[in-house]
């Protein structure tokens, strides 16, 4: 690779709200997103919420002159709704099923039925190796009682430590994909504080786009304007977030956002706003030695959300336990009834009531088992998290008492720098 080696990439970034008889004008937006991705002839295209593979294929022939590689993710029930589009052959591609996603008896929310996941290729540019995740955390639904907050702090833990594994070889990671977390909510501090990921918001020059870069706005017609009362701009959930590693420099030129409307016909391309991001990728002179995040204020900061992190998956745990010994209860209740109303069939005094209350009593014994099992598993889940956690804040601990200078992604394992450029 040339000392002077400079790479120039163009992202775009959507959660298209593709969901089959439910989203309206589905088919007509699909099709405009493909016309707009020819149009511009993007680096990279990552897509969200393309539940239907159909649309997919669909999308695959629309696009296959200008973006010849592509995949889709597939998982869970309806799948994961994750797929990319590439000018450059993908040399790899995994996925990662988070572990907690939601309750299958919220049949409603229905995020438990997606399988909700992070995609990654990996892309071999001009000797450069890049690592493109792409992924879609749990929805929000109510953010004054958000019943999902653990699970998604736990898919934020689970992102990063997938990151941390992954990208061990990679010149450059790019993470992009409907969070659903605010800025400052803990999970988007997490994911951050960990990796070292930037947020190309905050770093680049050139921004022009929706009021404080909200990615969900009142001007969008899709969007239930009651949801958004609270937030006058809109809301920010979807991101483009990035690090290059020591030797590197990465820096976002242009950030731009779909402000309600298509750019080119007037209409929304989805209820969420596009992001297309300019990064710019090059060697980082021999002189200059990258300061990321390593000072006492940054280490405390870390430590700060990690504790934070660990105290929900810890009432998440402890909420779990309930639920299953409730269950467990409910499981014995269940059986004792059962074994009555066998007793009184047998005897023959009441036996059409016990053979009428017979089939209930099963499947509520059955729900309740179902229940049990869920739990455990969340339960466990949530712990195993917790101690990964732990483990981490432990040795944060240990380095801030030490006064050592460890980066934050260094508490993972990682022997790398952070080549981000300073704005």
Same mark, same amino acid.
């Given at each position: 690779m040339?000392?002077?080696?400079?790479?120039?990439?163009?992202?775009?970034?959507?959660?298209c709200?593709?969901?089959?008889?439910?989203?309206?004008?589905?088919?007509d937006?699909?099709?405009?997103?493909?016309?707009?991705?020819?149009m511009?002839?993007?680096?990279?295209?990552l897509?969200?919420?393309?539940?239907s593979?159909?649309d997919?294929?669909r999308?695959?022939?629309k696009l296959l002159?200008?973006?010849?590689?592509?995949h889709?993710?597939?998982?869970g029930?309806?799948?994961?709704?994750?797929?990319?589009?590439?000018?450059h052959p993908?040399?790899?591609?995994?996925?990662?099923?988070y572990?907690?996603n939601?309750?299958?008896?919220?049949i409603?929310h229905?995020d438990?039925?997606?399988?909700?996941?992070?995609?990654?290729?990996?892309?071999?540019l001009?000797?450069l190796?890049?690592?493109?995740y792409?992924t879609?955390?749990?929805?929000?639904?109510?953010?004054q009682?958000?019943?999902?907050?653990?699970?998604?702090?736990?898919?934020?833990w689970?992102?990063a430590?997938?990151?941390?594994?992954t990208?061990?070889?990679?010149?450059?990671?790019l993470?992009?994909?409907?969070l659903?977390?605010?800025?400052?909510? /803990?999970?988007?501090? %997490?994911?951050k504080?960990? #990796?070292? +990921?930037?947020?190309?918001?905050?770093?680049? &020059?050139d921004?022009?786009?929706s009021?404080e870069?909200c990615t969900m706005?009142?001007?969008?017609?899709y969007?239930?304007?009651r949801e958004?009362?609270?937030?006058?701009?809109g809301?920010?959930?979807?991101?483009?977030?990035y690090?290059?590693?020591?030797?590197?420099?990465?820096s976002c030129?242009?950030l731009?956002?779909?402000?309600?409307h298509?750019p080119?016909?007037?209409t929304?391309?989805s209820?969420?706003?596009?992001?297309?991001?300019?990064?710019c990728?090059?060697?980082?002179?021999?002189?200059?030695?990258?300061?990321p995040?390593?000072g006492?204020?940054?280490?405390?900061? /870390?430590?700060?959300v %990690?504790?934070?992190?660990? #105290?929900? +998956?810890?009432?998440?745990?402890?909420?779990a &336990?309930?639920?299953?010994?409730?269950a467990?209860?409910?499981?014995g209740l269940?059986?004792?009834?059962?074994?009555?109303?066998?007793?009184l069939?047998a005897?023959g005094?009441?036996?059409?009531v016990?053979i009428?209350?017979?089939?209930?009593?099963?499947?509520?014994?059955?729900?309740a088992?179902?229940?049990?099992?869920?739990?455990?598993?969340?339960?466990?889940?949530?712990?195993?998290?917790r101690?990964?956690?732990?483990?981490?804040?432990?040795r944060?601990?240990?380095?801030?008492?030490?006064?050592l200078e460890?980066?934050?992604?260094?508490l993972?394992?990682?022997q790398?720098?952070d080549?981000?450029?300073?704005?």
């Open positions: 040339k000392p002077n080696f400079s790479l120039r990439l163009r992202i775009f970034n959507l959660n709200w593709g969901i089959p008889y439910l989203s309206k004008h589905r088919g937006r699909m099709k405009r997103l493909g016309d707009l991705l020819n511009e002839s993007f680096d990279l295209a897509l969200e919420e393309v539940w593979e159909q997919f294929q999308l695959r022939q002159p200008a973006y010849p590689a592509a889709y993710f597939r998982s029930v309806i799948g994961s709704g994750l797929c990319v589009f590439s000018k993908i040399q790899e591609f995994t996925q990662h099923v572990t907690l939601g309750y299958p008896y919220m409603h229905g438990w039925f997606c399988g909700k996941a992070v995609g990654l290729l990996v892309l071999h001009s000797g190796v890049l690592n493109a792409v879609h955390l749990h929805a929000e639904y109510n953010r009682k958000d019943v999902y907050l653990t699970h998604r702090v736990a898919q934020a689970e992102l430590q997938f990151i941390h594994h990208s061990k070889k990679a010149d450059v990671v993470l992009c994909g409907d659903n977390l605010h800025p400052k909510d /803990l999970g988007c501090r %997490l994911l504080e960990c #990796t070292g +990921l930037h947020d190309a918001y905050h770093e680049t &020059r921004f022009k786009g009021e870069g706005v009142p001007e969008n017609c969007v239930s304007q958004l009362e609270p937030f006058p701009f809301i920010r959930i979807d991101y483009v977030l690090k290059a590693v020591s030797g590197f420099y990465i030129k242009t731009r956002t779909t402000t309600g298509d080119h016909s007037g929304p391309l209820d969420h706003e596009a992001l297309m991001a300019t990064l990728v090059r060697h980082s002179p021999p002189q200059h030695t990258p300061d995040t390593q006492p204020a940054e280490r405390s900061r /870390l430590i700060s %990690l504790k934070e992190a660990w #105290t929900e +998956l810890d009432l998440g745990v402890a909420q &336990r309930w639920w299953a010994t409730f467990g209860y409910v499981i269940g059986l004792l009834l059962l074994a009555l109303l066998c007793a069939a005897g005094g009441v036996r059409e016990a009428l209350l017979w089939t209930p009593s099963v499947g509520v014994l059955l729900g088992g179902a229940v049990y099992l869920f739990h455990m598993q969340e339960a466990k889940g949530l712990s195993r998290a101690a990964e956690l732990q483990h981490v804040l432990g944060a601990r240990e380095a801030q008492d030490l006064g460890s980066q934050p992604a260094l993972l394992g990682q790398e720098g080549g981000a450029e300073e704005q």
